[in-house]
């Protein structure tokens, strides 16, 4: 991230999406299944809700559950992501 904030002058990521499917752990790396038989299994997920989460048990001091890496990956892929599409036309 040093490399962004210096190279690029990132300092904020604006998360234009809220809302995610998330995709159940036994499917997620099954390679053998039909990725149109999972459709009734997903789930929506929220990066505000994610957010918040983080905030309640991380940010204020209290130790971090196992869950919450669970989050904090979703919104690191979110800001990867984002980071990808606004950087890729400058060289990454």
Not at 4 to 18: A, G, H, P, Q, Y
Not at 30 to 50: C, K, R, Y
Not at 69 to 92: K, W
């Amino acid at each position: 991230m040093r490399h962004v904030i210096e190279t690029r002058l990132v300092s904020e990521v604006d998360l234009k999406n809220d809302y995610y499917w998330v995709v159940p752990e036994d499917s997620m790396y099954n390679m053998n299944l039909n990725p149109g038989n999972i459709q009734n299994s997903l789930e929506v997920g929220s990066l505000a809700s994610d957010y918040e989460i983080l905030c309640e048990f991380v940010l204020n001091g209290n130790e971090p559950l196992a869950s919450n890496f669970r989050e904090a990956g979703r919104i690191l892929i979110a800001v990867a992501q984002t980071l990808e599409r606004s950087l890729a036309g400058e060289g990454g």
